[in-house]
Each structure stands twice: as structure tokens, then as C-alpha cells.
């Protein structure tokens, strides 16, 4: 079976300060690894994907992740806080089975920017 | 263009009631994905479609589940015989294909309150 755990439900940092979000997985194969994030009364939306590739993976709003395969981590990171990223971060492993991308989420961090 | 759409966004209903919740993929998509989403859990798989079947519905809790696609289009989530237990954010996520290359594009999902 597979499985992330997110350490840290919530996280809170200064606007313009690192933000860093743990995401640890386990899985008995190669792992597809995924971060999304969730705003209030919205869908999911990913943020950036890891699927074998580069290990460092950037995506969308200036976040990025590296793949450690030593360490079973692929953690959040950006090097500045905005006020608009608070919001829910979920990290997810996949599992594909059927042809589908089954996704096995974290139970979210919750991240908060102060001014 | 637009995204996945799920009705209604809210549904409450009384223990032992039968609900069916509505999810309109991405035009084109082939792939369909039911979650249940807990307050402060992270989206657990229900159920995935490859067109009108279902290729793996190995997360649904129990038989008073049940999901179709007749067309390989719209789904419907079926839940009979309500329990308070069943009080969650159902999440429907579409994508091309259904491999893990392919993103998963979610909608704001369904709020279900059982009284």
C-alpha cells in the first residue's frame, strides 16, 4: 500500500519568508508524486508533479519540490511567503492501477502568511 | 473552457434518505474520479471510470454506494439508505486519459450533510 504523511497540520510564516511543507511517502514501487493546493470553497489544483523525471520539480506560483529518494520526501518549497498563498496544501502519491491514476492524499497542511 | 462542474454544491438530508450527486466532467476527458473528502482528512478515492466503466471502484466504504456513466460523460454518485457517517465533500476529478502523466482536474465538489 501506499501512503504521505504531511507533518504539521498547520503552518505559519511571514509574508516574504520561506515556506517549507514536509511530505513524506511510502510506497513499495516508484512512486508518482503530487502537490495540490486548496482554496476556500474551491476544487483542488496542482501545484507541480513528480513522475520520474528531474527530481527537482518547479511549478505554478513559484513553488517547487525535490524528489529525495534516500529520505522517502518530496517536500514544499518557495522562497517567498504571499499573502495569497495561504490557503491548503495536500501531498499526494499515486498508484496506477487499471489504466487509472488513483491518488493517496496527506491529510493537508494548512498554511497562514502574517504581514 | 470550462472546468468540472458538480451539483448540487450543497445537500443536506435526513438519515436513511437516498441522494444522487452530479459531476460534469471536462469536455473530452475520458476519465472520471469520485473522492470523499472528511473534515480535516485529506480527499479519499472512491471510485475511478475509463468511459462508461467502472475500471476500479475499490475505495467505495460499502454496497449503499454506487456510481455510474452511462455515456462516458456525466457520472452520478448514488448513496442509499444515508448514515450520519456519510457527512463529507464528495470531489469529482476528470482528466484526459487515465494515466498518471495525465492531470486531474477537480471540481469545488459537493457538500453532504446527513441529519
Known amino acids: 500500500a501506499q501512503s504521505v504523511t504531511q507533518l504539521g497540520s498547520h503552518v505559519s510564516v511571514s509574508e516574504g519568508a520561506l515556506v517549507l511543507l514536509r511530505c513524506n511517502y511510502s510506497?513499495?514501487?516508484?512512486?508518482?508524486l503530487f502537490w495540490y493546493v486548496q482554496y476556500p470553497n474551491q476544487g483542488l489544483q496542482l501545484l507541480l508533479k513528480?513522475?520520474?523525471?528531474?527530481?527537482l520539480v518547479k511549478g505554478i506560483n513559484g513553488f517547487e519540490a525535490e524528489f529525495k529518494k534516500s529520505e522517502t520526501s518530496f517536500h514544499l518549497t518557495k522562497p517567498s511567503a504571499h499573502m495569497s498563498d495561504a490557503a491548503e496544501y495536500f501531498c499526494?502519491?499515486?498508484?496506477?492501477?487499471?489504466?487509472?491514476?488513483?491518488?493517496?492524499f496527506g491529510t493537508g497542511t494548512q498554511l497562514k502568511v502574517e504581514l | 473552457g470550462a472546468g468540472v462542474s458538480q451539483t448540487p454544491s450543497n445537500k443536506v438530508t435526513e438519515k436513511g434518505k437516498y441522494v444522487e450527486l452530479r459531476c460534469d466532467p471536462i469536455?473530452?476527458?475520458?476519465?472520471l474520479y469520485w473522492y470523499r473528502q472528511s473534515l480535516g482528512q485529506g480527499p479519499e478515492f472512491l471510485i475511478y471510470?475509463?468511459?462508461?466503466?467502472?475500471?476500479?471502484d475499490s475505495g467505495l466504504p460499502n454496497d449503499r454506494f454506487f456510481a455510474v456513466r452511462p455515456e462516458g460523460s456525466v457520472s452520478t454518485l448514488k448513496i442509499q439508505r444515508t448514515e450520519r457517517g456519510d457527512s463529507a465533500v464528495y470531489l469529482c476529478?476528470?482528466?484526459?486519459?487515465?494515466?498518471?502523466?495525465?492531470?486531474?482536474?477537480f471540481g469545488p465538489g459537493t457538500r453532504l450533510t446527513v441529519t
Open positions: 476529478a476528470s482528466s484526459f486519459k487515465g494515466g498518471a502523466s495525465y492531470e486531474q482536474y
Open positions: 510506497s513499495s514501487v516508484p512512486p508518482y
Open positions: 513528480y513522475t520520474s523525471a528531474a527530481t
Open positions: 499526494a502519491v499515486s498508484l496506477v492501477t487499471g489504466g487509472g491514476n488513483k491518488l493517496t
Open positions: 469536455s473530452g476527458h475520458t476519465a
Open positions: 471510470f475509463q468511459g462508461t466503466g467502472a475500471a476500479d
